[in-house]
């Protein structure tokens, strides 16, 4: 038996994007279930990770938007797991697996943080792509019409309703054109090369999902009829979507397969951990139909699978497969040459590691390219990027980390084992755990920033601040043993137990030290410009080395001012930088080298 058979052409391959919760499995749910009551007999397909909905089907939902003799491709093929994740593990050579996308948005919510994430996947993999603007039956006053082509529906409305959903649709059109795409309601677009076509739909009601499958297809057909023009009997090439233990198989691959077929007894290639896997397949297997699910096996053999399908390999020696690498049928070819078409697709997705860096784990290959591309983007190198879960290995390449900030493990989408979170505690290794890419590179920048600020500040706090200020007139409440004086900060910050120094032309003099500081009656640590408090000074006796109205400095050592200068400028405030050049000015014109 034989899904699919393709005659040539073989069925485009969508995948559903979109923030979460704005309606992606509700939508899918939709398309199956229409393509279900549509009444067609045998009207979907269900494959392994992946729906195929005919034409015949899509035409029965779609009415007069799909006219079946305009079209010569076989229909659609869902992928099963919507969101971004799944997109990105499904690569193929060179590029994203799905040929086209819907990206789901709420016509509530607008864009989304995970909207401008796979956004950016679909740009990057230059995948087309439409806007299903969902959950229009929300709008206020809405009148629904199931399952009916959205400019029928529209008709229904009030002029109200109407104009109230029109301008949430002109803000998601407003935001794809901030990102740079130009688009409109579908049925205003000419050219959907250049333009994205937005669908308003729900999937609640059904209406618009009409329209969806329509310009999916119409999209296809149009622009994709080359690339769907395949050999369905040659050499199959696919993807893994998923390692997976299945009882009375053993570890066993969740496939879709792309291009040619694949047959029991082929030889396949399966990119893996170290060495591509070299195996036999023993069974493919799909799922029961429908009607037959009351039987015990949930699957079903066959015997030939050809592109596009979803398929489950059943084959020894699977265990080191990697979700996302890619699967080919050696058949009349040699064996040694498909092993290097899979290397190359495998190092093709390899991650570009640094001397220094991050240790990255994740669920699949897709995702790790994903999240090394945003790590790359955002400046952040990788010493180790691989599929799997959290081990403590990775733990020990964490703590040989050059400094703080690459003592973290980046875990995307994967479990921590008990050991390594147990090791990662013990050696103060830094765990982020998030399955969505920019919240995890987020968090990690967050921490690193805390991090820097936390260091700077010890650094400041151990280093002499410059400041300049003067003695009040009439404020000399002690001559000496400690002088008490008021004065008044210029600029910069006065702290305690400070040398103190007053200028003689441009030779600093040290005049003693500045012990305590106290503002209004109480002690304070420092004082900031503008300010005016009383200080005692250990040293000088007033009237003799200092004198009301005089201006006063804290003595900067060489070395401070060097790393004032240098490393902190930017850190301390204006008024502080002030005072440091005009510190270094008067040093300078005796030594021009000064903190130099
Ligand atoms: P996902 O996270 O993107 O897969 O979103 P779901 O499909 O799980 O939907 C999230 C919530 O929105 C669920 O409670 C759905 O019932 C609801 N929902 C999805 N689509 C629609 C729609 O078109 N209209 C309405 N009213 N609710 C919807």
Redesign the pocket.
């Known amino acids: 038996t034989t899904t699919d058979a393709g005659g040539g052409l073989r069925t485009p391959i969508v995948a559903v994007l979109?923030h979460?919760?704005?309606?992606?499995?509700?939508l899918l749910d939709k398309v199956r279930g229409s393509a279900v009551t549509s009444g067609e007999a045998g009207a979907i397909t269900q494959h392994i990770g992946a729906t195929a909905v005919p034409l015949a089907t899509i035409s029965d939902i779609a009415g007069r938007l799909v006219d079946p003799d305009d079209f010569d491709l076989p229909g659609l093929l869902f992928i099963d797991t919507?969101g971004h994740h799944s997109f990105s593990t499904l690569r193929s050579r060179g590029g994203a697996l799905a040929d086209i996308a819907v990206l789901?948005v709420d016509v509530n919510d607008g864009f989304q943080p995970q909207t401008l994430e796979a956004i950016d996947i679909l740009k990057r993999t230059q995948t087309p792509f439409i806007v299903a603007a969902?959950?229009v039956?929300?709008t206020p006053g809405w009148n629904p019409q199931p399952d009916t082509p959205i400019q029928q529906s529209l008709e229904a409305q009030s002029d109200r309703a109407e104009q109230t959903l029109n301008e949430k649709l002109y803000e998601i059109i407003g935001e794809l054109s901030d990102n740079d795409f130009s688009a409109d309601m579908y049925w205003r677009v000419q050219n959907f090369r250049g333009n994205i076509g937005v669908v308003p739909v729900?999937?609640?009601t059904g209406e618009g999902v009409p329209d969806l499958l329509a310009v999916l297809m119409g999209l296809s057909q149009r622009y994709m009829k080359e690339e769907m023009s395949i050999d369905t009997t040659g050499p199959g090439a696919g993807t893994v979507l998923e390692v997976k233990e299945e009882r009375g198989f053993g570890t066993t691959l969740d496939v879709v397969l792309y291009d040619g077929s694949i047959r029991t007894d082929d030889t396949v290639v399966v990119g893996a951990k170290n060495d591509p896997i070299v195996t036999e397949v023993r069974a493919l297997l799909q799922p029961q139909p429908l009607a037959e699910i009351r039987t015990e096996k949930r699957f079903e053999k066959v015997d030939e699978v050809s592109a596009a399908a979803g398929v489950k390999i059943a084959a020894p020696d699977l265990d080191d497969a990697l979700a996302g690498a890619p699967v080919r049928v050696v058949r009349d070819r040699s064996e040694a040459e498909v092993i290097e078409e899979v290397r190359e697709e495998l190092a093709e997705i390899e991650v570009d590691t640094a001397e220094n860096g991050v240790v990255v784990k994740a669920d699949t290959l897709g995702s790790l390219e994903a999240i090394a591309n945003a790590l790359e983007e955002a400046e952040i190198p990788i010493v180790r990027a691989e599929v799997g879960d959290v081990a403590p290995r990775d733990i020990a390449v964490a703590s040989t980390a050059d400094e703080t900030k690459h003592e973290v493990i980046l875990a995307f989408n994967v479990d921590v084992l008990p050991d390594a979170r147990r090791e990662a505690n013990d050696r103060n290794i830094r765990l982020f755990e998030d399955d969505v890419i920019y919240q995890l590179i987020n968090e990690y920048e967050e921490f690193v920033e805390e991090m820097e600020r936390e260091q700077q500040s010890a650094v400041l706090d151990k280093i002499r601040r410059p400041c300049r200020f003067r003695i009040l007139e009439d404020h000399v409440f002690r001559q000496s043993s400690p002088a008490v004086v008021g004065v008044e900060v210029l600029s910069g910050t006065l702290r305690r137990n400070t040398p103190a120094a007053k200028f003689q032309g441009n030779d600093p003099n040290r005049i003693g030290t500045l012990k305590a500081i106290q503002s209004q009656g109480e002690d304070v640590d420092e004082a900031r410009a503008g300010e005016r408090v009383s200080v005692s000074i250990d040293g000088p006796t007033v009237g003799r080395q200092i004198d009301e109205g005089d201006e006063l400095w804290a003595e900067l050592p060489e070395k401070h001012a060097k790393i004032l200068e240098q490393e902190l400028k930017e850190d301390i405030p204006a008024d502080e930088r002030e005072a440091l050049s005009m510190y270094l000015e008067k040093r300078r014109k005796v030594d021009p080298f000064w903190g130099k």
């Open positions: 979109g979460v919760d704005h309606g992606k499995t509700s919507p789901v969902n959950k039956d929300t729900s999937a609640e």
